[in-house]
């Protein structure tokens, strides 16, 4: 059975790119990128600590309601796949799930999952995401970038968390770490700020904000304030 699996993850797995081997500490920043998902949404999540990051995955099989499921989670390495965890996935009754994914307990690499029935070789719901070590003085930047925007940053408004920006490119936001890009008075975060209009903010006296307009119509606001 667990062959099976393996060789039903390994189908997923063949649009990821592959990551070396290393251990994603607990407590140390790394990111999840390369996220893509199938009939379900993604996130980067939280634990109970910083540093713990998670795949935050929903989604809805309401011809499952009430019923249960089986979530894979298997590792590619070379050309092989191995199973990593797998445990029942409940249902609710309007058919609605939601899964989280300890990215913190994995090792560094490409990782797939696989929502599927507890009988049955169907996929209900799949995707795939690679967990990297971020080391935020080990990148070499690729521009130079103000003193004004590097430093700590912190929410204000309503908006929870401490940023912090570095020179090479890279943040930390609440301890996890990311990426970003700047074009004049625009900055595109990757990682944990994608989430918020994705990644797409925009620099001013001070101040990083986020604004946008969700496709329901709901306004939408975060800011931090420098330090």
Same mark, same amino acid.
């Given at each position: 059975?667990?062959?099976?699996?393996a060789?039903?993850?390994?189908?997923?797995?063949?649009?990821?790119?592959? $990551?070396? =081997?290393?251990?994603?500490?607990?407590?140390?920043?790394?990111?999840?990128s390369?996220?893509?998902?199938?009939?379900?949404?993604?996130?980067?999540?939280q634990?109970?600590?910083?540093?713990?990051?998670?795949?935050?995955?929903?989604? $809805?099989? =309401?011809a499952? %309601?009430?019923?249960?499921?089986?979530?894979?989670?298997?590792?590619?390495?070379?050309?092989?796949? %191995?199973?990593?965890?797998?445990?029942?996935?409940g249902?609710?009754?309007?058919?609605?799930?939601t899964?989280s994914?300890? $990215?913190?307990?994995?090792?560094?690499?490409?990782?797939?999952?696989?929502?599927?029935?507890?009988?049955?070789?169907?996929?209900?719901? %799949?995707?795939?995401?690679?967990?990297?070590?971020?080391?935020?003085?080990?990148?070499?930047?690729?521009?130079?970038?103000?003193?004004?925007?590097?430093?700590?940053?912190?929410?204000?408004?309503?908006?929870?968390?401490r940023?912090?920006?570095?020179?090479?490119?890279?943040?930390?936001?609440?301890?996890?770490?990311?990426?970003?890009?700047?074009?004049?008075?625009?900055?595109?975060?990757?990682?944990?700020? %994608?989430?918020?209009?994705?990644?797409?903010?925009?620099?001013?006296?001070?101040?990083?904000?986020?604004?946008?307009?969700? =496709?329901?119509?709901?306004?939408?606001y975060?800011?931090?304030e420098?330090?």
């Amino acid at each position: 059975m667990r062959n099976f699996r393996a060789s039903l993850l390994g189908a997923v797995l063949l649009s990821a790119l592959a $990551a070396p =081997p290393a251990f994603a500490s607990v407590g140390q920043p790394f990111t999840l990128s390369h996220i893509r998902c199938k009939n379900a949404t993604c996130s980067v999540g939280q634990g109970y600590q910083p540093g713990l990051s998670t795949l935050e995955v929903a989604g $809805a099989l =309401p011809a499952y %309601a009430g019923y249960s499921v089986r979530l894979i989670i298997a590792r590619k390495s070379g050309s092989s796949v %191995a199973v990593v965890d797998e445990r029942t996935l409940g249902i609710f009754s309007d058919g609605h799930f939601t899964a989280s994914i300890p $990215a913190y307990n994995y090792t560094d690499g490409t990782y797939a999952f696989a929502i599927v029935p507890k009988q049955s070789k169907d996929v209900l719901a %799949a995707g795939v995401f690679v967990i990297g070590g971020a080391e935020p003085n080990s990148v070499v930047p690729k521009h130079s970038v103000s003193t004004a925007l590097t430093g700590e940053w912190l929410g204000i408004a309503g908006t929870y968390g401490r940023l912090r920006i570095y020179s090479n490119g890279t943040y930390l936001f609440n301890e996890l770490a990311g990426r970003y890009e700047t074009s004049g008075n625009s900055i595109v975060f990757s990682g944990p700020l %994608a989430v918020w209009n994705r990644g797409r903010a925009t620099i001013g006296n001070r101040t990083i904000e986020f604004y946008w307009t969700t =496709p329901e119509g709901a306004k939408q606001y975060f800011v931090f304030e420098k330090v």
